[in-house]
């Protein structure tokens, strides 16, 4: 078929890896990739807490908040309209150790940071012992607290370096 055409060969590998199909063995099979992943851009609505329980890592959670702005109104006109925002709050947990350490020490209610984690849901007992179901960004590597004028320098710094290599 087209996996004997060289050009092809490469394309099939690609999707190979992407879909799952049972092999010419019945008992091995490849498990399709996913993908879980969100990044926020937002400010921090409480100062981060660091929780334990027992038998249990520590985590550090904080509270992010994060807008959406657009214009309402019947005008032909993009300028026209009334501004509306809607905010959406979302729950972080910190469980990496240095991460964690360092979101607890330095993260501050009011602060703009960018988080890259993994969304998950779950469920736990309230003080009434009824069954809550949680959303919750868990962290993974990126734990970014800068200001603006922090990523105006990235910025400027990193197509100064472009511009020397060019």
């Given at each position: 078929?087209?996996?004997?055409?060289?050009?092809?060969?490469?394309?099939?590998q690609v999707l190979h890896q992407f879909v799952r199909h049972e092999s010419e063995v019945a008992s091995?099979?490849?498990l399709e990739r996913s993908l879980n992943r969100v990044q926020l851009l937002g400010r921090v609505g409480q100062d981060p807490v660091l929780r334990?329980?027992?038998?249990?890592?520590?985590?550090?959670?904080?509270?992010?908040?994060?807008?959406e702005m657009w214009r309402s109104g019947e005008s032909e006109e993009y300028q026209m309209g009334d501004i509306s925002q809607k905010t959406t709050w979302h729950r972080i947990?910190?469980?990496?150790?240095?991460?964690?350490?360092?979101?607890?020490?330095?993260?501050?209610?009011?602060?703009?940071?960018?988080?890259?984690?993994?969304?998950d849901y779950g469920e736990y007992m309230d003080?009434?012992?009824?069954r809550r179901q949680a959303t919750t960004i868990i962290a993974g590597k990126n734990l970014q607290n800068r200001s603006i004028s922090d990523y105006l320098l990235i910025f400027f710094l990193s197509s100064v370096v472009i511009s020397m290599i060019s």
């Open positions: 078929l087209f996996r004997d055409r060289p050009c092809c060969l490469f394309v099939y091995s099979f490849v334990q329980a027992e038998g249990k890592n520590p985590v550090t959670i904080f509270s992010l908040a994060t807008n947990s910190v469980f990496r150790p240095g991460l964690r350490d360092v979101a607890y020490q330095y993260v501050k209610k009011g602060s703009r940071i960018y988080v890259e984690g993994k969304i003080k009434n012992n009824v």
